[in-house]
């Protein structure tokens, strides 16, 4: 089962409503995490189960979505989201990724 | 809980690429422990897991080459990859993936990484 994100990039300013895709190439149900990553870091767990906000993860971020189709939501951007954005199937293994949405500094 | 990753930084080709994951801050209790790599060319790459028992799930594209153990006296786990090319440059990360049937499998902690360069 294949993961596709879009955008793969993202222009965007501070204040501004983002929303990140990521398109299942078969149904997976809610089996789907997001990941935010910045340059030199490890992934950090944003959302599991497609919906489930992390415990400490500001709740400016939002996932929705089940079967084939997901969004991340970024309700209001801030300084210190500019980061790329994985997917994650969570559902048989070996889990996969998607390839990422780098999200930039207008 | 924290995850710091450990082992030689240069592998030559042909060699055996072994990493050491010590984990601090709590105990490996009932969860997988897994490893995973990223590179500019494959993005990330789930390569197994490993669970206090010494049950252990491994990449099917990795599998022949690979293998997996966990000390809990040590607490630590151990990633060995066989006969590395330069397709196994990467950062390598260990990390405690949560697996459940209703939730599925994923990582909520990880370690900052390691920087391996196969190469002669």
């Known amino acids: 089962i294949q993961l596709t994100q879009s955008p793969s990039s993202l222009s965007a300013s501070v204040g501004d409503r983002v929303t990140i895709t990521c398109r299942a190439s078969q149904g997976i149900s809610s089996y789907l995490a997001w990941y935010q990553q910045k340059p030199g870091e490890a992934p950090k767990l944003l959302i599991y189960s497609a919906s489930t906000l992390e415990s400490g993860v500001p709740s400016r971020f939002s996932g929705t979505g089940s079967g084939t189709e997901f969004t991340l939501t970024i309700s209001s951007l801030q300084p210190e989201d500019f980061a790329t954005y994985y997917c994650q199937r969570l559902n048989a293994y070996p889990p996969a990724f998607g390839l990422g949405t780098k999200l930039d500094i207008k | 809980v924290q995850l710091q990753e450990s082992g030689p930084q240069l592998v030559k080709p042909s060699e055996t690429l072994s990493l050491t994951c010590t984990l601090s801050?709590?105990?490996?209790?009932?969860?997988?422990w897994a490893w995973i790599r990223q590179s500019p060319g494959t993005g990330l790459e789930w390569i197994a897991y490993v669970h206090y028992s010494g049950g252990a799930n491994l990449n099917p594209s990795l599998k022949s080459r690979l293998s997996i153990s966990i000390d809990t006296t040590k607490s630590q786990f151990s990633l060995r990859l066989a006969s590395v090319t330069a397709a196994d440059t990467a950062v390598y990360f260990c990390a405690r993936q949560q697996s459940s049937y209703d939730l599925g499998n994923y990582m909520d902690v990880w370690g900052t990484g390691i920087t391996v360069t196969v190469s002669s």
């Open positions: 801050g709590d105990s490996f209790g009932l969860y997988h």
